[in-house]
């Protein structure tokens, strides 16, 4: 009987041993087990990603996951890296890694002390947020890492956790999985792109939602795609009802998240009686409220400055107005609520506004705290809005700049939030215009001049450089728009036109050796001495997605070439006119006396195009570029 029973009990050992080891074999993830077609493309390859989060009130969650990442190369290393950034509202509670070989061998066992922790963040000068960071370098590929986390969240949720299979381009996904568990009187809103699809399951005392994705393969990036959002599948999930540090709101429409807005701005805009004088006096002369909303906007610009405050609710409420008059720095909310109280207290009505720096529609059936990133003040003005930016102290009054001309935002009034799209700017109106002289000698150098004007996008990366008034500055802005080499600039002029439509303009003499190549009698002549940034070189045979042109330009120039004395031409560029439906080349060059004029214009048009077009598209842009590779042939008599 004893040896029966010592048989039965050795049996379960010996089966649960063995299934242990079974179990802990398949867990090992082992690099041979990946399918080709996941590697194919590949840096890196989510093995299981497994996340679980329970809410068990309106204030407090537990968020547990699991991530296995087998690192392919040295271009998938940062895929392998862990992150986690906390504050008052979450914090790391338990964490534990693994480094596997090839083979599925552990190589190492990663603790919580091995963390590197950082309470600077991102340049703010107040954060209460800590960085925890863990990162892995390797001298051999592959490698797997494994994290299991655990966060607690609390003192209020405002959105779930996002479930995003893909890590980004490069990477491929054998098992991703979300369970998220909600309290039955609190109602998930959700958001989801590509084929993902949430699941929902009641029980007496809760509702779970679950998503999963299997085996995708790698995603390659391709130059003029779309967004990294309209490409990866995702859902995203929000409480309908939530608390945020004791601020409590709903967010079933914007409307409501308005309201929520509204009341963290109550009571902030209070300023100093003596500034509120000053301001009175400095705007008395002023006729229209443009004027005045432009006088006190400069005040505001020539008395702040940007700095990142993240401290508590500081990622939504604003420093009061007392403040940043006091200090003279805030953030993005607190320097555009202390614009509006600046405004109030001239009887000048103005409105918050939440937008993103990087989305241009806001989503209209899913409010969320996911993509506002910024925020702005609306002044209205007649049957037109004067659009602010509060963050930018050089930025021209009333300029809507490019990373939010044509965006949705959110308008906060006291009856809530209400959408609005900003005006945005034609392909035409963001132009370069250049003029060139040249006068060749017969070893191919050059004595030139040259003009340039740019508006708009090229106004806002280069009105820092031409401001500054900074040689060494200028002489690098000039290199990179002029393709000669051995330049040497003279004096330069430069200026900037800070109106609503801006731009920066600057013209300089110069010489270069070498400009052309001889051979013999004849001198080989670059028809087009500029960068050539503005085209993109496709080479792909190929496309996977749709081609996004996000933004349009037009490019003029005009050269004149001064044709050394005893040469003619033996030949020029032929003339070209290329229309499509994605742009306008056009290039004429004729001779005239001992000139040659040689006249351009190239105009790309803005817009999301079929991949079906991709090599209709190629072909112009290789038809550009290939044009601005011309020579023309000047011959000795």
């Known amino acids: ?115 590197i922790t950082s309470t600077i963040s991102d340049g703010a000068l107040a954060t209460d947020a800590v960085d925890i960071m863990y990162s892995y ?183 009061d107005a007392m403040t940043v008059s006091k200090s003279g720095f805030s953030d993005c909310k607190g320097l555009t609520n202390y614009m509006g109280a600046l405004l109030k207290a001239i009887d000048i009505p103005s409105y918050y506004c939440v937008i993103s720096l990087k989305e241009k529609e806001l989503f209209a059936d899913y409010p969320n705290f996911n993509q506002a990133d910024h925020v702005i003040l609306m002044v209205p003005d007649g049957k037109d809005s004067l659009w602010l930016e509060c963050t930018n102290q050089t930025l021209p009054f009333g300029y809507i700049h490019q990373d939010i001309a044509g965006h949705d935002a959110l308008v906060i009034t006291s009856e809530g939030g209400v959408l609005k799209r900003l005006p945005s700017y034609t392909d035409k109106e963001n132009k370069i215009e250049s003029a060139v002289k040249l006068v060749l000698d017969e070893n191919g150098s050059v004595t030139g001049d040259l003009a340039l004007k740019e508006y708009l996008d090229g106004f806002e990366q280069s009105f820092s450089v031409i401001e500054s008034n900074d040689r060494e500055r200028l002489i690098r802005y000039i290199n990179s728009n002029v393709q000669i080499p051995k330049v040497q600039v003279g004096q330069i002029e430069a200026s900037v036109d800070k109106s609503q439509y801006p731009s920066v303009s600057l013209s300089a003499p110069f010489t270069a050796a070498d400009f052309a190549s001889k051979t013999g009698s004849r001198l080989f002549v670059p028809i087009y001495p500029m960068k050539q940034s503005g085209i993109p070189v496709l080479t792909a045979q190929n496309r996977a997605q749709d081609i996004y042109i996000s933004k349009g330009f037009t490019d003029t120039i005009s050269i004149t070439f001064v044709m050394p004395e005893g040469f003619d031409v033996e030949s020029l560029p032929k003339e070209m006119n290329i229309d499509s439906s994605f742009g306008l080349f056009t290039c004429k060059s004729e001779k005239k006396d001992n000139r040659i004029l040689y006249n351009q214009m190239i105009d790309i048009y803005s817009g999301q195009y079929d991949k079906s077009k991709y090599k209709e598209i190629k072909d112009f842009f290789n038809k550009i570029n290939s044009a601005l590779k011309q020579k023309m042939v000047l011959k000795k008599l």
């Open 1 to 115: 009987m004893i040896n029966k029973a010592f048989r039965c009990v050795l049996f379960i050992l010996v089966i649960a041993f063995s299934f242990s080891a079974y179990s802990a074999d398949k867990l090992s993830y082992p690099v041979s087990e990946i399918a080709d077609s996941l590697k194919k493309n590949a840096y890196a390859v989510v093995r299981l990603n497994r996340q679980d989060f329970v809410q068990s009130d309106i204030n407090h969650a537990v968020y547990k996951y699991t991530k296995v990442i087998t690192v392919l190369n040295k271009q998938g290393e940062e895929y392998g890296d862990f992150s986690f950034s906390g504050d008052k509202f979450r914090e790391l509670s338990s964490f534990s890694g693994i480094v596997r070989d090839a083979a599925g061998n552990v190589v190492r066992k990663i603790k919580k002390s091995d963390l």
């Open 137 to 319: 370098k390797s001298a051999a590929y592959p490698y797997t890492v494994e994290y299991e986390c655990q966060e607690k969240w609390k003192n209020g949720i405002v959105v779930y956790p996002p479930f995003y299979p893909y890590l980004g381009f490069y990477t491929s996904v054998e098992s991703s999985s979300i369970r998220i568990e909600v309290p039955s009187n609190l109602t998930l809103r959700k958001y989801s792109s590509g084929d993902l699809v949430l699941s929902e399951e009641k029980t007496a005392a809760s509702v779970v939602y679950t998503a999963s994705a299997e085996n995708l393969p790698a995603v390659e990036y391709e130059a003029l795609s779309p967004s990294y959002r309209a490409i990866f599948p995702r859902t995203l999930m929000a409480p309908s009802d939530f608390c945020y540090d004791s601020y409590c709101g709903n967010m079933t429409d914007w409307k409501n998240y308005g309201l929520w807005v509204n009341g963290l701005l109550k009571g902030r805009d209070q300023l100093p009686p003596a500034l509120v004088d000053q301001l009175k006096n400095m705007t008395v002369q002023y006729k229209t409220s443009k004027e005045k909303v432009k006088a006190v906007f400069e005040y505001m610009q020539k008395n702040t400055r940007y700095v990142s405050i993240q401290l508590g609710i500081g990622g939504f409420q604003p420093m």
